[in-house]
């Protein structure tokens, strides 16, 4: 095979190929011997069928697959022969496919993932933050659990702090009303940071039939009809209800279910899990601080249909969400595009990451095995409550199941790499009155 690759730019190619006749004539040959083992004509047995017949009856078909086959396979490897990876089709053009002629011969341009040389991984060095577990923190959480468990009266006091309060609230640009934000009997339970810290500021204090305006300015990730806007809202207290949580004692914690019996046993089950998640939110800021110093060692071109991919998928992630809360919703060609110009910074940085975790991937040989995605797809189907068979089955005919090992090999890897990174958690200092409630456990210890 004889050829010729052009640079467009850093990611495009021109090429033009030649290959051999006798190649095109082997694949041809491996075909139709193929198709002889695999299709019944009338008066033949299976697996007998002459060659003449199948040319006759096939000749076109096997011709186009074959030549399809061969250009694909071409292409691909003259590429990666040379450290560059294709993506997705090239567009080809000008193919010669005589037979009289010594070769096949055809241009293609294609996008490809540029040769870069990938530095050291292993052992990236990681400052990452860390909480400890208070004394506090276990009482706030204790006192979720009771305020869920919490009976309610009306009152006819001003709202406050773990009241539950019901009201009417619209939305208005100047005095044009918000479409979708007209709502009736809107409850929320104040206190905690639950809430909007706005409407709560204006809610506590606020009695029974009494009404306020007061202003937001919505952040430029909201939908494009309010976004980047300060909007007023109108809001009317409908009722008042006083929370009166159980007692903190064995009978609401057997109530609770899960094996407990004693407070004591529920104080050490809340810090367990508290332990837990303060483990879990430092390593997902270690992942985070790994994947950016990853692509801050590496510098190479990314091709554009990429990062456009990768930002149609967010903003088609971001439409369908946002008509869920609002079908009447209407994004215009505008909008769309302010959305794009903002996401694909975001969209190149998340397919650079891509490109490096696959490499490492393929360089580490880090796949996951049946047994993993198994496991994986029957958590899924516990979400989607399916038996995990039929989960699979519509995966495969949906054509995601292959997406969904891909992003299982995807988080395998950059687990691996976080456990090979040299890793320092500082934990923030807390004040003399907490440390003496501090869990004894160490929780936050790296090797």
């Known amino acids: 095979m004889t050829s010729t690759i052009t640079d467009i730019d850093e990611c495009t190619k021109r090429l033009e190929v030649a290959i051999p006749r006798a190649e095109v004539t082997k694949e041809v040959n491996r075909t139709y011997s193929r198709l002889a083992g695999q299709v019944k004509i009338k008066?033949?047995?299976?697996?007998?069928?002459?060659?003449?017949?199948?040319?006759?009856?096939?000749?076109?078909?096997?011709?186009?697959?074959?030549?399809?086959?061969v250009i694909s396979t071409s292409y691909r490897d003259l590429l990666e022969k040379k450290g560059m990876r294709p993506v997705g089709e090239a567009n080809v053009t000008d193919i010669v496919n005589d037979d009289e002629s010594a070769d096949l011969t055809y241009k293609a341009t294609v996008e490809v993932i540029p040769p870069f040389e990938m530095g050291e991984y292993k052992g990236i060095e990681l400052e990452i933050g860390g909480r400890p577990v208070t004394g506090e923190m276990i009482e706030e959480q204790i006192n979720r659990f009771l305020m869920q468990a919490a009976s309610y009266e009306d009152v006819e006091r001003a709202a406050r702090e773990e009241d539950y309060v019901t009201f009417d609230i619209a939305g208005f640009d100047g005095d044009a009303p918000v479409p979708d934000t007209d709502r009736k009997n809107e409850a929320l339970l104040l206190g905690g940071g639950r809430n909007e810290?706005?409407?709560?500021?204006?809610?506590?204090?606020?009695?029974?039939?009494?009404?306020?305006?007061?202003?937001?300015?919505?952040?430029?990730?909201?939908?494009?009809?309010?976004?980047?806007?300060?909007?007023?809202?109108?809001?009317?207290?409908?009722?008042?209800?006083?929370?009166?949580?159980?007692?903190?004692?064995?009978?609401?914690?057997?109530?609770?279910?899960?094996?407990?019996?004693?407070?004591?046993?529920?104080?050490?089950?809340?810090?367990?899990?508290?332990?837990?998640?303060?483990?879990?939110?430092?390593?997902?800021?270690?992942?985070?601080?790994?994947?950016?110093?990853?692509?801050?060692?590496?510098?190479?071109?990314?091709?554009?249909?990429?990062?456009?991919?990768?930002?149609?998928?967010r903003i088609a992630e971001y439409e369908r969400q946002a008509s869920q809360e609002n079908s009447n919703l209407e994004i215009t060609t505008g909008q769309r595009e302010q959305m794009r110009e903002s996401i694909l910074p975001q969209a190149e940085e998340r397919v650079r990451q891509m490109i490096l975790i696959e490499r490492i991937r393929e360089s580490e040989g880090l796949n996951a095995g049946p047994e993993e995605v198994d496991a994986h797809l029957a958590g899924l189907s516990v979400r989607y409550q399916m038996e995990p068979d039929q989960l699979r089955e519509r995966m495969e005919a949906t054509g995601s199941m292959e997406s969904f090992v891909r992003n299982i090999n995807y988080n395998k890897t950059v687990d691996w790499l976080y456990d090979q990174s040299k890793i320092e958690i500082k934990i923030e200092e807390v004040g003399e009155a907490e440390e003496d409630q501090v869990a004894p456990e160490d929780s936050y210890k790296s090797e």
């Not at 033949?44 to 096939?58: A, M, S």
């Open 43 to 69: 008066g033949f047995r299976q697996g007998k069928v002459p060659r003449r017949i199948l040319e006759q009856y096939y000749g076109e078909e096997v011709q186009a697959e074959v030549v399809t086959r």
């Open 197 to 313: 810290k706005e409407l709560e500021e204006v809610l506590i204090g606020m009695k029974q039939g009494e009404e306020k305006d007061f202003e937001i300015d919505i952040p430029e990730e909201e939908p494009p009809n309010m976004a980047g806007k300060t909007l007023r809202f109108h809001v009317k207290v409908q009722s008042i209800k006083e929370a009166h949580p159980p007692a903190l004692d064995d009978d609401f914690v057997r109530s609770l279910g899960g094996g407990l019996s004693t407070v004591d046993e529920f104080r050490k089950q809340v810090n367990k899990e508290l332990e837990a998640h303060e483990e879990s939110n430092v390593r997902q800021q270690g992942n985070t601080l790994l994947l950016t110093k990853l692509t801050e060692m590496h510098s190479f071109e990314v091709p554009a249909s990429l990062i456009n991919s990768e930002a149609d998928d």
